[in-house]
């Protein structure tokens, strides 16, 4: 089983910028492809960016592409999220995934999710 904790989250003014976490559980952290997700009220939730398990490969959603960046630690067992130059449409929960690579963190469906964490861009 993989637990997934998200953290960071909070209030900024439009232009602004949060670091976005999400720390695993387990000893297999190293092994999955992370990924975050966001969701606003009412909205499907839908794909930001993705991460395979060396860090080696990303891909970003084109809405955040050159304002995000997915970074990760394995010996921390932790994925990030630095979101640069925030946008009121950036506003929404945000959550963590994991999968056995890339392109199926991309695709989903997910069986392990974090409990997300709430980004909200003010104008």
């Known amino acids: 089983q993989v637990q997934l904790v998200e953290s960071g989250g909070g209030l900024v003014q439009a232009g602004g910028s949060l670091r976005l976490s999400c720390a695993a559980s387990?000893?297999?952290?190293?092994?999955?492809?992370m990924g975050w997700f966001r969701q606003a009220p009412g909205k499907e939730r839908e794909f930001v960016a993705a991460?395979?398990?060396?860090?080696?490969?990303?891909y970003y959603a084109d809405s955040v592409k050159g304002r995000f960046t997915i970074s990760r630690d394995n010996a921390k067992n932790t994925v990030y999220l630095q979101m640069n130059s925030l946008k009121p449409e950036d506003t929404a929960v945000y959550y963590c995934?994991?999968?056995?690579?890339?392109?199926?963190?991309?695709?989903?469906?997910?069986?392990?999710w974090g409990q997300g964490t709430q980004v909200t861009v003010s104008s």
């Open positions: 995934a994991a999968d056995s690579n890339l392109l199926l963190v991309v695709a989903g469906p997910h069986d392990y």
């Open positions: 387990g000893r297999t952290f190293s092994s999955y492809a």
């Open positions: 991460i395979s398990w060396s860090g080696g490969s990303t």
